[in-house]
Every structure is written in C-alpha cells, then in structure tokens.
C-alpha cells in the first residue's frame, strides 16, 4: 500500500484545515488507518485513528473535540478534519495503515506516508 498525504499547509490559530490520506496500490478497506504527527525535534506521536469499517475512532486527548478522523473506503481514502487548530499543533502529519484495530501505537502501523507540514500561526 502506498499512502500519500496532502492538505497541509500555514494557518491561523483557530483555523482549520483537512487532512486526506490518498491510498494506491491496494485498497484500505481491510485496514484499520491512523494520522500521526511529528513537530521539529520531538518524538512522532498519535493523533487518531479509525477502524477498517468506520465505526470506531479514537483520539489523543490533546485533540479531542477539534480533530475528526474519517475514512472513504470507495475512494481508498482517510481524512483528517482539524478545527480550532492551536500553534502547538504545529507539526508534520503522517497517515498510516495497520491490520490490527485502531491503537496509537505506531510500531504496529505496516504501511506510513510522506506526511504534509501542519503550520498554525498564532
């Protein structure tokens, strides 16, 4: 699976931006999908994820309430709808694949992204 992650880019604090994660190769539908992030100089971390079919999501709880994670199976695609966006949330974001159920660990995670830089301005 090959994902390729767009969407990124400078915004204000309180902004917004969406995130899509392009799959090819094989489809996603089998897979459960995560969005990870990583600012300058600090440790990749998790932000989300959801279950193969949709019906599960799960969150950091740095960005629970703002970010919303959702998945088009049709379109091999996974997007990530982030509001009231903070500086803090400054960072590259990566989207990844996994045959396990959504968890936030990314040592389980088998197929990752270019990742696209998150900007937020305050």
């Known amino acids: 699976v090959q994902l390729q992650a767009s969407g990124g880019g400078l915004v204000q604090a309180g902004g917004s931006l969406r995130l899509s994660c392009a799959a090819s190769?094989?489809?996603?539908?089998?897979?459960?999908m995560g969005w990870f992030r990583q600012a300058s100089g600090k440790a990749r971390e998790f932000v989300a994820a959801?279950?193969?079919?949709?019906?599960?999501?799960h969150y950091a709880d740095s960005v629970k309430g703002r970010f919303t994670i959702s998945r088009d199976n049709a379109k091999n695609t996974v997007y990530l709808q982030m509001d009231s966006l903070k500086p803090e949330d400054t960072a590259v974001y990566y989207c990844?694949?996994?045959?396990?159920?959504?968890?936030?660990?990314?040592?389980?995670?088998?197929?990752w992204g270019q990742g696209t830089q998150v900007t937020v301005s305050s």
């Open positions: 959801i279950s193969w079919s949709g019906d599960s999501a």
């Open positions: 990844a694949a996994t045959s396990y159920n959504p968890v936030p660990n990314l040592q389980l995670y088998d197929y």
């Open positions: 190769g094989r489809t996603i539908s089998s897979y459960a």
